[in-house]
């Protein structure tokens, strides 16, 4: 039986929290990646210091841990959009500010919209379409397309590779919502997490052990990180899992676009990247765009 709709207010406030848990988690990530861990190995120590933690989570209350082999299929395949989402993003965090890596990447909602209405579900309401091009323009905006030179291609050449990192995570993500909500609402949350996190985890060890592609924080601050990050990550992830079904994933995932609000403080004061007053007044066009999607009956 699927979880009892909870109500839209109390929602919305703790996918407010949890945007900025995963914000902290993005900001953790550019410091261990400075301080010596590469994609690979960040997202593996998230991945399966998450399942790690569900699986005593599911043991502690007792859930059962088998699943129809129907269901097991639907999570494998939700498990490699994430993991697919996980590399994408965090490929994007590292070389582009992670502010505007997750502005690119808050496009999903959007993305999500179109997929669910295109695979025949929900149509995006007029409102949803009406913002859309609003939000774009702030996209633009806060990425600064046109940099300072003015030139166009050679800002390109500066944030090109980390802004089709992050869209591949916005699809990404945005197809796992969609076939979680379809295929695992009905699901504990807590198991659904775990499943998810273990195929991840599962994908991500394997890839980096064959390709060689593990590198270790190379002093304290940078493990320090990789354990914020996974904290950080475990925390919000789950809890993602575990209030989009209840809600609605198609108009209502999109509170998380605070995520890069929060992001902009904390880059701000732990990483120092500052950004120019018009790149601030693009991001909260596209938080506030996506915001009234999100708050709307």
């Known amino acids: 039986m699927a979880a009892a709709p909870i109500s839209r207010w109390a929602g919305i406030v703790l996918l407010l929290v949890v945007a900025t848990i995963f914000g902290a ?23 399966a210091g998450t399942a790690v933690f569900l699986l005593l989570l599911l043991l502690l209350y007792r859930i059962p841990l088998t699943v129809q082999r129907q269901t097991a299929k639907h999570a494998l395949l939700v498990g490699l959009l994430v993991a697919s989402q996980s590399y994408c993003l965090y490929s ?40 859309m091009p609003v939000a774009l323009v702030g996209i633009a ?22 802004v089709l990192w992050a869209l591949g995570a916005a699809v990404s993500f ?29 994908v991500v060890l394997a890839g980096g052990a064959a390709a060689g592609d593990f590198r270790l924080p190379a002093d304290a601050t940078g493990w320090l990180a990789v354990a914020l990050l996974t904290a950080c990550y475990g925390t919000a992830i789950t809890s993602t899992f575990i209030l989009l079904p209840r809600l609605g994933a198609v108009n209502n995932a999109v509170v998380l676009n605070f995520e890069p609000i929060a992001v902009l403080a904390i880059a701000w004061v ?28």
């Open 270 to 297: 732990v990483l120092d990247q500052k950004v120019s007053a018009l790149q601030i007044l693009g991001a909260f066009i596209v938080t506030g765009a996506i915001m009234i999607l999100g708050t709307r009956r």
């Open 141 to 162: 905006l806060a990425l600064d397309v046109w940099g300072r030179s003015g030139n166009l291609a050679e800002r390109w050449r500066e944030i090109g590779a980390g």
């Open 92 to 131: 994007a965090v590292a070389i582009i500010p992670v502010a505007l890596a997750l502005l690119v990447f808050q496009t999903f909602p959007m993305m999500l919209a179109l997929l669910s209405w295109a695979a025949g579900g929900e149509r995006p309401a007029r409102v949803v379409l009406a913002v």
């Open 25 to 47: 988690n993005h900001v953790a990530a550019r410091i261990a990646f400075e301080h010596g861990t590469n994609v690979t190995t960040a997202v593996a120590f998230r991945s």
């Open 174 to 202: 945005a197809a796992a919502l969609l076939l979680m909500t379809r295929w695992l609402a009905a699901m504990d949350g807590r198991l659904r997490s775990f499943l998810t996190m273990c195929v991840v985890a599962a």
